[in-house]
């Protein structure tokens, strides 16, 4: 059971979904109000949800780059030209998936799969060493990268068309596939490592 699981964590708290809360705040407001009270609010709640973690001793990468991107983003927003907050509001999806890409990917070049701080939640310590730990995590934080990115392509191409039809396909339907893709994904892989971890 080495990759986080996304449905039944162990602990209150320990549920990666908790980390894409902020993003899916950030969305949801920036298509209904202003780019600045989405980049206010999604901050906000990215702080609500990295304090347990920070004061428990536990920070997770997801968590602080959460935190790091509302606050760049915030400043770009505040400094931008209000003539440009259509095009803020329009591509704010796309903003925030490209940030979760930054964050997947940078974790791995800093060698700290950030799914795997979520797995070592639900496994146990003696198993966090382990080469196999390791490289589950690096392949699933490589695959949310991954699909963050897809993500992103999606979500300029329903930008930049700006239709009904396309705010369907590209803003809902492929990111839907796309995370239904790697929460199965991780499922086979927590399923292979458990297989391979019981005793015959």
């Keep these: 059971m080495f990759g986080p699981s996304p449905t039944k964590p162990d ?11 902020p993003w899916l705040v950030f969305v949801v407001i920036s298509r209904r109000d202003t780019p600045t009270a989405a980049v206010v ?4 709640a990215a702080i609500a949800v990295a304090i347990p973690g ?14 790091a991107f509302f606050v760049v983003f915030g400043a770009i927003v505040i400094a931008a030209d209000p003539g440009s907050h259509d095009v803020l509001v329009r591509y704010a999806r796309a903003f925030a998936t490209a940030g979760l890409a930054l964050i997947a990917f940078g974790s791995l070049a800093l060698g700290s799969p950030f799914t795997e701080q979520y797995a070592r939640e639900q496994v146990e310590e003696s198993q966090w060493s382990s080469p196999a730990f390791h490289a589950v995590n690096r392949r699933l934080t490589a695959l949310w990268g991954a699909a963050f ?4 392509c999606s979500h300029v191409i329903a930008g930049a068309i700006d239709t009904r039809r396309a705010e369907t396909i590209f803003n809902w339907v492929i990111p839907i596939v796309l995370v239904i893709v790697v929460v199965k994904c991780t499922e086979a892989a927590r399923a292979r490592a458990g297989s391979r971890n019981t005793p015959s």
């Design 54 to 67: 920070i004061r428990a001793g536990r920070p997770k990468i997801l968590e602080l780059g959460t935190v």
């Design 149 to 152: 990115v897809a993500m992103t």
């Design 41 to 44: 609010v999604g901050l906000l």
């Design 11 to 21: 602990r209150p708290g320990s549920s990666i979904w908790l980390g894409f809360v």
